[in-house]
């Protein structure tokens, strides 16, 4: 079933395989094996891939909800190992994980023998429900329905241009692509800027800081990365300065593993530390 849920999702062979890190022959004869067994055909074949007909829709959605399951038991047994010791997979931001949580992590594993965090970044939100990761440490305005967790304290942005440039210089703005066009400030340039006034744009604000240092444009950026470099200057009274809570959250069948709950804890104690660095003091 797995295989056909991988074939439609990704619509094709090839793309099956790479998810489920097969050969594409292997994804072929389980999906073969699937329709012999059972006497019918599941996906058209076409010219363009593999296209899930509409009357099969709902036995896709069937073997979804059995994925579903089968994960929930394999987070319920990961999650059942002797508390502070084995593996635990934290995802946070590439901002975080290029500045605060290195420390973190590096002193609670050496407060706690035994344990190995994992360190994942990625702006893009992971599915937990898939076991990308046990934590998200995560600045979000508030969580998503299937993510139970504790504030941390709150990651706050400045604007900031180049050094080089004189403070009254004309600039242009440096816009915000991929999952940070979600982000409040994204909002506010959608609001309060034309298209005219936007050159360029980046999904990370660790390359958006690089672009800023280069002389590239004006661009919103966290504290935490602005404050202490001299390349850049903050400029004030440009925009409202605003905040955005930051989360340190599991999935919902995790929530009360003892082993995540108490990692989760000192995850959300050492940031609340950090709060000044955080807010860019």
């Not at 990704?10 to 994804?27: E, I, K, P």
């Not at 309060?192 to 002389?215: H, K, P, Y």
């Not at 003892?258 to 989760?264: A, E, G, L, N």
């Amino acid at each position: 079933m797995k295989y056909l849920l991988a074939v439609a999702d990704g619509g094709s062979v090839s793309r099956a395989g790479r998810r489920l890190q097969v050969n594409h022959a292997t994804v072929l004869r389980r999906v073969s094996l699937f329709e012999e067994r059972f006497g019918l055909s599941v996906f058209d074949r076409t010219p363009q891939g593999y296209r899930l007909p509409k009357e099969n829709e709902p036995l896709i959605d069937a073997i979804r909800e059995v994925d579903h399951a089968v994960r929930t038991v394999e987070r319920l047994i990961e999650g059942g190992k002797a508390p502070l010791s084995g593996k635990v997979r934290i995802t946070s931001t590439d901002t975080l994980c290029h500045s605060i949580l290195p420390v973190i992590v590096s002193e609670m594993q050496a407060e706690s023998e035994g344990l190995t965090l994992e360190l994942i970044s990625t702006n893009a939100h992971l599915d937990m429900t898939r076991l990308d990761a046990d934590i998200t440490v995560r600045p979000a305005a508030e969580l998503p329905d299937h993510l139970l967790g504790e504030r941390a304290g709150e990651l706050e942005f400045g604007i900031y241009q180049s050094a080089l440039r004189a403070p009254t210089e004309e600039a242009f703005w440096l816009g915000l692509s991929g999952p940070l066009s979600r982000t409040l400030a994204a909002r506010w340039m959608a609001s309060n800027l034309t298209d005219a006034q936007i050159r360029g744009s980046a999904d990370s604000f660790l390359t958006l800081r690089e672009m800023v240092a280069a002389g590239g444009g004006i661009s919103f950026l966290p504290k935490v990365l602005g404050v202490g470099d001299q390349r850049l200057r903050e400029c004030q009274g440009m925009a409202p300065s605003f905040s955005v809570p930051l989360w340190v959250a599991s999935h919902a069948d995790l929530h009360r593993v003892p082993r995540i709950t108490q990692v989760s804890r000192l995850l959300v104690a050492k940031l609340l530390e950090h709060s000044a660095a955080l807010s860019g003091n």
